[in-house]
């Protein structure tokens, strides 16, 4: 009965997990979809080039977050016979997708950049109008707004494909502040602080890409947990008063979830029924410790009197 409820639970958390990803995802192609709609207008406008090309960045963050919706929803179906561990990773893969995208947008911007500052003829560029800088100060508020917000709710459900989206809502505001001096250099007749700035930005944007790459690929090859989770693990497990020892943990992360396996050493003389049930209060108390872990599976080893005698002799 304790095992249905807490499959019961953890299906009901994984819902809700997914309807917060669904959620932040759609607020997120409205608000880029009519920011890059903003910033083209004003580009076309003002005559600005670095504003409609930062209209095409904010517009790619529309596809990005296409990408995360269909990793999280891939990733929440149930496990079937052909897949027993259920689609997790499949998060990951959308996180590298997006991390190449990321890594794509900064090689450009920076490419870009170079081949302006490498030209030297600057005299043949238009003066953007103050439209413009003002277009380039709204999307830097409103991208660092939705990095933070789309970062809290990434951390909330534990979720890489949106902590990706997120930084990719950073390296757009990053783009329009490089957007920003580039404008305001030009208007004060420097306009080479356009290019340098986009090479800056570029820097940003791929260590952004090279940590979300990172983090996905750590978690497709079972990286084990952080030691300091572990060690509460095993806190959580000799918190049990029928447990004596640990004989051995191992964890692997499986996309976003955390799979564990461990061997207590319980008192041998203890019936298979009250091996069973002190070995389903150790499973019990890891899952519902730790939300992130999607199983726990405990086998009991039994401490006996020749145990008990084999040790006293090696001491």
Not at 189 to 197: C, E, H, Q, R, T
Request: aromatic share 6%; with cysteine.
């Amino acid at each position: 009965m304790k095992q249905n409820n807490s499959n019961s639970d953890r299906q009901g958390a994984a819902k809700s997990e997914k309807a917060v990803a669904m959620q932040i995802s759609i607020i997120s192609i409205i608000v880029n979809v009519l920011l890059s709609l903003i910033k083209l207008v004003a580009g076309i406008v003002a005559k600005s080039g670095a504003m409609i090309s930062d209209a095409v960045h904010s517009a790619s963050d529309v596809f990005s977050t296409f990408i995360v919706m269909i990793g999280v929803t891939i990733a929440g179906k149930k496990s079937d016979e052909e897949h027993p561990y259920g689609h997790d990773r499949l998060e990951c893969v959308a996180s590298v997708v997006l991390a190449v995208i990321l890594a794509f947008i900064g090689l450009g911007i920076g490419i870009t950049g170079i081949k302006k500052v490498m030209g030297g003829d600057y005299g043949h560029l238009q003066i953007p109008g103050e439209l413009a800088l003002i277009a380039a100060i709204v999307s830097i508020v409103v991208k660092e707004w939705m990095y933070w917000f789309t970062r809290a709710a990434a951390k909330k459900i534990n979720s890489g494909a949106l902590m990706a989206d997120a930084w990719h809502h950073r390296s757009d505001a990053l783009s329009s502040v490089g957007s920003f001096i580039g404008i305001f250099g030009a208007r004060m007749g420097f306009p080479i602080l356009d290019p340098v700035a986009s090479i800056v930005i570029c820097f940003f944007i791929e260590k952004a890409a090279v940590d979300i790459f990172k983090d996905a690929m750590n978690k497709m090859v079972d990286k084990s947990c952080s030691e300091d989770m572990v060690n509460e693990m095993k806190q959580v497990i000799l918190n049990d008063k029928d447990v004596i020892a640990i004989d051995e943990i191992k964890t692997r992360l499986f996309g976003a979830k955390v799979y564990v396996e461990v061997e207590i050493l319980v008192d041998g003389s203890k019936t298979l029924v009250e091996a069973h049930e002190t070995a389903e209060n150790v499973h019990m108390s890891i899952e519902n410790r730790f939300p992130d872990v999607k199983h726990c599976m405990v086998h009991v080893n039994p401490k006996t009197d020749d145990m008990y005698m084999r040790e006293e002799g090696c001491r």
